[in-house]
């Protein structure tokens, strides 16, 4: 899978909107990015996947440009329950048995 | 609909003793990962079990086995337990050894060895 660059951490407040952006240069053309949101003692939870231009759902905004070598992930309006530690994938979602690869993330802290 | 179910929650171990971890795949999915996660970092893929085969490995050591049951529930075992061992314990479920997309987590087993 494509190595992913993000930062290591991230601070906000809440009401607030934040961005966290993904670098991934060596991306592949079947390759989809994915976000994963993780609270402590808990295990991922899928947030949101796409392939290019822009996806949203009800949690969370995934812009991608058209050279696809970096990502953005937006979360509107954050809450002190959207503290958490946030990982950027890729990798091509519709070959069987290719593991999720884990980089260490970006931990988010929102504050009142 | 239940979701990914592991057991136990929490674990301690002495050295050089041997543990297994269990979990439940949530309903529909046939496929089950393990991950490793030291603290303060991400997640690492132990491997993964389909049709009851491992059918992809991670960089881990042959003390780390694992099975997959005709339920689709499958068990983690480690040998030879080390300190290095620590760690929070997450097992994954998916259905078709699907990729990026449709895996669901268990909140985990944290391991400690002492």
């Known amino acids: 899978l494509a190595k992913t660059t993000q930062p290591i951490s991230m601070d906000s407040y809440e009401g607030q909107e934040v961005n966290i952006t993904c670098s991934h240069n060596n991306i592949a053309t079947n390759d989809y990015i994915t976000w994963y949101q993780q609270f402590p003692s808990q295990g991922p939870r899928f947030i949101i996947q796409g392939y290019k231009t822009k996806v949203t759902n009800e949690v969370a905004s995934l812009f991608i440009p058209a050279d696809r070598k970096s990502s953005t992930l937006s979360l509107p309006r954050v809450s002190l329950s959207d503290t958490a530690v946030y990982y950027c994938?890729?990798?091509?979602?519709?070959?069987?048995?290719?593991?999720?690869?884990f980089g260490k993330g970006t931990t988010l802290s929102v504050s009142s | 609909d239940a979701g990914v179910t592991q057991s136990p929650t929490h674990l301690i171990k002495t050295r050089g003793q041997q543990v297994t971890l269990r979990c439940s795949p949530k309903?529909?999915?046939?496929?089950v990962s393990w991950y490793q996660q030291a603290l303060g970092q991400g997640p690492q893929f132990i491997f993964q079990?389909?049709?009851?085969?491992?059918?992809q490995r991670g960089n881990f050591p042959d003390r780390f086995s694992g099975h997959q049951f005709p339920n689709y529930s499958s068990e983690l075992n480690v040998n030879a337990l080390l300190l290095g061992d620590s760690a929070l314990y997450l097992c994954?479920?998916?259905?078709?050894?699907?990729?990026?997309?449709?895996?669901?987590f268990g909140s985990g087993t944290r391991l400690t060895v002492v």
């Open positions: 994954a479920s998916s259905f078709g050894q699907s990729s990026t997309y449709g895996y669901t």
């Open positions: 079990y389909y049709e009851e085969e491992e059918r």
């Open positions: 309903s529909g999915h046939d496929t």
């Open positions: 994938l890729v990798g091509d979602r519709d070959q069987a048995g290719t593991a999720l690869i």
